[in-house]
C-alpha cells in the first residue's frame, strides 16, 4: 500500500449507518430517561448537599446572587450549576421534582453524548451501545441525576467538550484529505504545504462547553488542560500521517494560537457565568474594594478586581478544606468503592416487617467499577502496543478526573467519592474498548467466526452482570424502604458502606 493511499486511509472519516444508530442511541437514552425521571421527587425532603444548593439556586432566581436570611451568602463554586437548577425551580416550583429535574436532564443528555461519541471512536453501534447503557445503569451516575448537586452538570459539560474535540479530529482530517485531494504538497513550506484557512468551530465549541463546566466546578480546569494536550497532539499526528517534515513544529505554529483562543474562550464563557453577581450591587465582596479599601471600584477593572479577590479566597477555603467528615474519602479508595457516601436514610415503611430502612447511597454499580482498574491496565497495554489514538486519549481523560486529586489528598484536604463523576464516562468508554477488542473486527474467516463468537459472549455477559446488580442495588439508590436483612445484605463492604 502506498504512503499516499495509507494518508487517504488513516484521514478518512467513519462511515456509519445512521438508521441503526439512532435507533441504539434512542433505546439507551430511554433506559436512561425512565431510570432518571419515575418518581423523581422520592425521597421527599433535602438529601445531603441539596441543602446548598437548592436554596443557593432559588436565592439566585430572587436576587440574582447567592442570599441567605437577608445579606448576600459567602459560597465557594461558581453560580452556573446552580442557575441550571434554579432554571428547573422557575418551571416546576421549589419543590423535589423542581430542584431535581435539571440534574436529571443533565444525566440524561450525558448519556446521549456518550453513546454517540463512542460509536465515534468505536465505529460500532453495539459498542456505543454498550458505552451508554453502563453510564445509563451506573449507581453513582443514576443518584447523582436524582439529586441537585453540582457534579452531574460538570460531567456534562466535560463529556460534551470532548465529543466536541472528537468531531473536530475528524473535521480537521477532513480538511487535510481533501487538501491532497487537491494537489497539495505537505512538504512546502508553511501556508504552501497547508490547507485553506477554515474555523475550528467544534473546537469553539468544545471550549465554550469547558468554559461553561468551568462555571460549574473549577475542577474543570484539569480537562481543559488534558483537551488542549489532547489538540497538539491530534495536530501533530495528522501531520505526521500527510507527511508534513517537522510535524511538531509545524503544529504549535499552525496551532498555537488555536489553543490560546480555546483558552480565552473558555475564560470568557466562565465570566459570563458570574452576569448576575456582575449586575449586582449585593453579591458577596461585590464592592470589596469600595468597602474595605475606600477605593471607587465602578469600573470594569474593578468589579474584575473585586471578582480576583474573591477567588482568591475561595481558593484559600478550598485548598485549607480539612475538617473531618464521617464520609469523605481518598482518591485511591474512589475506584475500589471502598467509602461512598450516604445522602438519605428513613425508618419509615413499608416494608413487610416491623423494623424498615429506607437509604440513598451514593455508591456504584460494584461489578461495573471493580472492572474499571483491571480496563485501565488493558487500556494502557494495548494502547502502547497498537499505537491507538482513542487509547491514548480515553487514558488521560480518565486520569484527568482522578490523578489531580491525589495532590489535594497530600494536604489532607476533605473529598468525596463524587468527585470521580466527571472520569465515569471515560472509565465506562476505557471498559468498552477492551471489549471491543474482546469481541474482536468482523469475521472472515471460520476461526474468526468462533472468537468472536466468544468474545460476544463474554462482553454481553459483563453487561448483563452490570444490569442485574443495578437491580438488585436499584432499591438503596433511590430510598426504597428494604427489611433491614434486606438492607443489610446489599452492604457487601461491611461498615466500609454503613
Avoid at 107 to 131: E, K, N
Avoid at 232 to 257: H, I, K, N, Q, S
Avoid at 367 to 378: C, I, M, Q, S, T
Wanted: aromatic content about 14%; charged content about 15%; some cysteine.
Amino acid at each position: 500500500m502506498t504512503s499516499g493511499v495509507l494518508a487517504e486511509r488513516r484521514l478518512a472519516r467513519p462511515v456509519l449507518s445512521t438508521s441503526t444508530g439512532w435507533l441504539v442511541t434512542g433505546l439507551v437514552v430511554a433506559v436512561a430517561a425512565v431510570l432518571r425521571l419515575y418518581r423523581l421527587d422520592e425521597p421527599p425532603g433535602i438529601l445531603f448537599d441539596e441543602t446548598y444548593y437548592a436554596n443557593e439556586a432559588q436565592a439566585l432566581l430572587e436576587h440574582g446572587v447567592e442570599y441567605d436570611k437577608g445579606v448576600p451568602k459567602y459560597v465557594v463554586h461558581p453560580p452556573l450549576g446552580k442557575w441550571a437548577i434554579a432554571l428547573g425551580i422557575r418551571v416546576f416550583g421549589f419543590n423535589e421534582f423542581g430542584w431535581r429535574i435539571a440534574a436529571a436532564l443533565a444525566g440524561i443528555a450525558s448519556v446521549l453524548i456518550v453513546v454517540r461519541t463512542a460509536r465515534r471512536l468505536f465505529r460500532s453501534d453495539l459498542l456505543a451501545g454498550a458505552a451508554g447503557l453502563l453510564i445509563a445503569l451506573d449507581g453513582m451516575h443514576l443518584v447523582m441525576s436524582r439529586t441537585a448537586l453540582l457534579d452531574i452538570f460538570l460531567t456534562l459539560c466535560v463529556v460534551a467538550a470532548f465529543g466536541c474535540l472528537v468531531l473536530d479530529r475528524e473535521q480537521r482530517r477532513a480538511r487535510w484529505l481533501a487538501a491532497l485531494r487537491d494537489g497539495l504538497d505537505p512538504a512546502r513550506p508553511r501556508s504552501a504545504g497547508r490547507p485553506p484557512f477554515a474555523v475550528p468551530w467544534w473546537r469553539i465549541a468544545a471550549a465554550v462547553a469547558i468554559g461553561c463546566g468551568l462555571g460549574v466546578k473549577w475542577s474543570a480546569v484539569f480537562y481543559l488542560a488534558a483537551f488542549l494536550v489532547l489538540i497538539y497532539v491530534w495536530e501533530v499526528g495528522t501531520r505526521r500521517t500527510v507527511g508534513v517534515r517537522r510535524p511538531w513544529l509545524d503544529a504549535l505554529a499552525d496551532e498555537g494560537g488555536w489553543l490560546v483562543a480555546v483558552v480565552v474562550v473558555a475564560g470568557a464563557v466562565y465570566l459570563a457565568s458570574w452576569t448576575g453577581w456582575f449586575l449586582s450591587d449585593t453579591g458577596y465582596f461585590r464592592h470589596w474594594q469600595r468597602d474595605s479599601l475606600g477605593v471607587d471600584d465602578s469600573s470594569v477593572a474593578g468589579a474584575l478586581g473585586n471578582l480576583w479577590h474573591y477567588h482568591a479566597e475561595a481558593l484559600t477555603f478550598h485548598t485549607g478544606l480539612s475538617t473531618a467528615h464521617p464520609y469523605q474519602s481518598w482518591p485511591w479508595q474512589w475506584l475500589l468503592l471502598a467509602r461512598p457516601v450516604l445522602f438519605y436514610r428513613s425508618a419509615v415503611g413499608p416494608c413487610g416487617a416491623p423494623t424498615c430502612t429506607g437509604e440513598v447511597l451514593l455508591l456504584g454499580t460494584p461489578v461495573l467499577w471493580w472492572a474499571f482498574l483491571p480496563a485501565l491496565a488493558a487500556l494502557a497495554w494495548l494502547g502502547i502496543s497498537r499505537r491507538d489514538w482513542r487509547a491514548g486519549a480515553i487514558m488521560l481523560c480518565a486520569l484527568a478526573g482522578i490523578l489531580p486529586w491525589f495532590r489535594n489528598a497530600a494536604d489532607g484536604r476533605t473529598m468525596f467519592y463524587f468527585y470521580a463523576l466527571p472520569a465515569e464516562p471515560f472509565l465506562v468508554l476505557a471498559v468498552v474498548y477492551v471489549l471491543g477488542v474482546i469481541v474482536g473486527p468482523l469475521p472472515r474467516t471460520r476461526r474468526a467466526q468462533d472468537r468472536r463468537l466468544i468474545g460476544s459472549v463474554v462482553a454481553g455477559g459483563l453487561v448483563l452482570q452490570v444490569a442485574l446488580c443495578f437491580a438488585y442495588f436499584y432499591p438503596i439508590y433511590v430510598g426504597t424502604p428494604l427489611t433491614y436483612d434486606q438492607w443489610l445484605a446489599r452492604h457487601w463492604l461491611g461498615d466500609l458502606w454503613i
